[in-house]
């Protein structure tokens, strides 16, 4: 058998093994055959000559050319098994069904394919071997290949290796004196090839090479697999650590790695193989777990730097460092400006290794570098004329209102990557303006409404809202005069444009720099004259036009001086045309509404007829404002709660005083002169703290330092001049009168700021001499030191219910709240407590302060639930008609109580819920609370940059604002809400709870049953 495979020769390397075809063309030649090497072995020519004979006679051949065409660098056919254990070839035939004891395809398996596999199957059987050798020719064929193993190494390690006997062995085994059986069933050897040692693989791979060939195929990794799985197995038996080392003495250790696992079971597999701790253990010497696990860490952040950053970053080990717009948001959250950051930033450095805490203070500057243009100016003006005050100069600033609200659109359409204007349903302009603590702030909120598939058949409504500031007045006087000299003229220019425009979206081409050229919404306020005014769907480009729809809020006050009825507020309703007299009663009148026509028309009657009192219908002579229609000044929601919750507050007090303690009519009237006289006080103060202001140019006090400064310099140039040689009279006259007019101004001023003093020292005066009669009148009844409306404030401070040291005393719109929410609780305690101070001459009993606490009580919940209704978002109508009936039940308990009806009453009545029907969305972004908001920001910045003027205030402002409503920095400020705690379940059951219990009570209160 091995005669007749030898003659095919190895492929390979020519001039290592000879020529394949050569050796190819040799073996044809009979009785001659070529080894590996393609030598000829003519020691071996009688045996292979006679094993050819007889071979031939039992009709065995072999397709040599067909089992030469095998791969380069590989044995020509390689019989080392065929991996079964069915029927296995073997030197005398086709294969041996006995032969079941042999390892299953030898060591490693059959590789055997093509054309040698085809040869086997033209080998004889074992049975028809034994018919046709004689036992002589049997015993023959052993000794030659007793014979030719002793000549051929390869052929006798081959025998060896897969019989386990020694060839003397199986030749005795195969003795013809030995039984059939034995002769029959003895395992056949294969030939197992390997390469010489001129061969590469035999030098690179010597192990595997004395194992077999086959584990150098490139085909064949499923047996080099099977070898490293039993030589995993036998150290794992024997409990050592599968490892190698190399000539030059490094060693090297196998870990298990699973491969193909999913990230998400990293985890679960890493402490499963635990390869990260064999890994550290047995690449690094010592115990030191600290320094290895620093040393792979180390090696990530080299190697892999941003990688790993960003994994330690969002695994939260690390912090990242803050974009722009999270920066933004943090120094606003925590009320720092850029010098507090800087510090911070050092202190994070320096203290916690944290080197890179956010962008730099440049990218800061840049992202609030886009603000419009401001203008500022002064007006001078006389706030008492009938006092003769001294000319004082109010200071001002304006933004173009249309070109902010552009910016602040464009802003929302390209910070969100899926916009197109088909999403937008409504935009909405709100403007606000209100008068306080020496500045009037005039503001604009953006409302932009969304409506996009829900996926399930519905509606997603969405919105964006952003506030920004437009015009400031620094002045102690609060009036249409002051007004229209300085912001009127520019802010009505652009919110004009903006009342009888739209809004065109498209896009365009954006080219920044490091940037490629990219698309961007461009938002822009057109009119009537653009040729696409009148588009009602969009491009095929995307570009659409989209109405745009401007308000107003603020309180009543600042709505009369924008629609020319400047001091009718508290006796004319802005929006219809009905007086006091004539909205009193229950249900009242419904007076005709009132357009911007109307309103113009009515002016020019009065300017041009005279007319004074009633007949001028509260309207001046003057035209509205701005060309906003009067049905969308939103009626003042903040407002009316803070107006209607001190009305019934103020009801309360002078009934406990008038009815249950009985004060005589000279204590109420005493009282009612203190808070007149606490009024004046206050604002008298506030114009004395407006001539002290010294980081204001209009000030007296500047004015003071100013001339002081003029006087030092005017003297210094009188001594330069009698110090030269030749006296300048003309000039040196000159400076003299400048001199004097100086110091007369300096003591004109100076005398003012004295009467100031004076006249706030004389009111209070007037107050104490008024207390001091209240007290001797207390003292003359021998009431307690205490009135009944002090132990009503001590009860409502009990609930952080607070009177302000503004406006009056009165309760601002927080504590009004805290008062509804509260009512039930807070009139228990008063009505327990007036019960307990009823005086012995008084005509009430404790039924009738029952009956009055419980009104009072009643009209709270009520105007509870009106403006808790008003602030539904996208009302239903069930909401409308539940609102109105709230409002009327009030106006119609209030009318019972004997209270009068207010403007706010009747407004309420008559008016809101037409608009909360109109609005698109309802009223709930017109809750002027905002507005008031603006305030105490401005405040804040006036304080934080005071001795800047105000014009260096403004762009401060309008840079911080503008970092502040990028919809990202705003989206940074809304994640911030995420962190807090979340409510435990007791505290959200108390809540759905006390919802409840508001409910029942409001619909008690509105069927009087409470």
Known sequence: DDLKEDPIAYSGDAKKYGNRTKGAAQADAPGQVVNKSGVDRKSNDNIAAEVDLKLKGSAMEVDSKGASATHDNEPADMLAGNGESTVKPNMYGKGNKADTNIDKGGLFGDTRSGAAAEASKKFVSPDKVAQDFTREEQTTLMSNLLVLAKKDRELHQSLKGLANQSPEELAVMMNPLAPDAIVTSIPTPKRQRIYDPPHRNATKYPMLNSLNVDLMDVNANSKREAVLRELDAWYREHEKPMSFETSNHYKFLFIKVPVGKPLDSSYRVMKEYQMIEKFLEATFEGDDTLAKVECMLDYLLIRHKEAARHALENMGIIPKAMDVYEMASTMDHVSIGIKQWRSLVQCLKKFMHIDNVSVSEHAWRKLGSDVGAIKSGSHEFVKNKSKGTRTEKAVYWTMDPKAECERNIDDFANSNGNFHPNQVKFIQTIYAGDHGQGKHRFACKNVIHLESPDGKGGVKRDKQTVIYPLADIKASKDTCEVFKATIHEDLAEGINQIVHGKVLFELVDEEEEDRPKSKRWKCTVIDKNHDRFN?????????????????????????????????????????????????????????????????????????????????????????????????????????????????????????????????????????????????????????????????????????????????????????????????????????????????????????????????????????????????????????????????????????????????????????????????????????????????????????????????????????????????????????????????????????????????KGHGAQRHIVKQMRAVYGGLFEFDEQWAERIHQIGKNYDMKYRYQNEYRKAMTRAMETRRLSKPQTLAATASLATFKRGKRKAVIAKQRSDKRVKSERRSAALNNKM
């Open 535 to 903: 588009d009602e769907v969009p491009a095929s480009d995307g570009s659409a036009v989209l109405d745009i729809t401007p308000y107003m809020v603020g309180d009543l006050k600042f709505y009369s001086q924008m629609l020319g009825k400047e001091g009718f507020d508290s006796w004319w309703c802005y929006h219809c045309n009905l007086g006091l007299s004539e909205w009193q009663g229950f249900p009242g009148s419904e007076g005709t509404p009132w357009t911007l026509e109307s309103l113009k028309i009515q002016a020019d009657k009065n300017k041009r007829d005279k007319l004074t009192g009633s007949n001028r219908m509260g309207v001046r002579e003057e035209y509205p404002y701005f060309d906003i229609p009067v049905e969308n000044y939103i009626f003042p929601i903040l407002h009316t709660l803070i107006g209607v919750g001190n009305n019934i507050l103020t009801y309360l007090t002078n009934y406990a005083d008038n009815h249950v303690q009985i004060l005589p009519t000279r204590q109420i009237t005493l009282k009612e002169e203190i808070k007149k006289l606490d009024k004046e006080i206050l604002d008298n103060q506030i114009s004395r703290n407006f001539f002290d202001d010294t980081s204001s140019s209009s000030s007296g006090a500047s004015a003071i330092k100013n001339l002081k400064f003029n006087i030092r310099n005017w003297r210094g140039d009188l001594v330069a001049i009698e110090s030269a040689g030749q006296v300048d009279q003309t000039r040196q006259a000159a400076i003299k009168s400048k001199i004097d007019d100086a110091e007369k101004g300096i003591k004109r001023l100076e005398d003012e700021r004295k009467a100031m003093t004076k006249e706030i020292d004389g009111l209070k005066k007037k107050r104490t001499s008024k207390g001091e009669q209240i007290t001797n009148i207390k003292k003359a009844r021998k009431l307690d030191a205490n009135s009944l409306y002090t132990g009503i404030d001590n009860i409502l401070q009990e609930f952080s219910i607070v009177r302000a040291e503004y406006h009056g005393g009165d309760l601002t719109g927080v504590h009004i709240k805290i008062f509804m929410a509260n009512a039930k609780e807070i009139m228990s305690r008063i009505r327990d407590y007036l019960t307990k101070s009823l005086h012995d001459d008084s005509d009430e009993t404790p039924d009738s302060i029952k009956d009055v606490c419980n009104n009072v009580e009643n009209l709270l919940v009520l105007w509870e639930g009106v403006l808790s209704n008003l602030h539904i978002e996208f009302p239903e109508e069930k909401d409308f008609i539940e609102t109105q009936q709230f409002v009327d039940a009030a106006v119609e308990l209030s009318f019972k109580m004997g209270m009068s009806k207010t403007v």
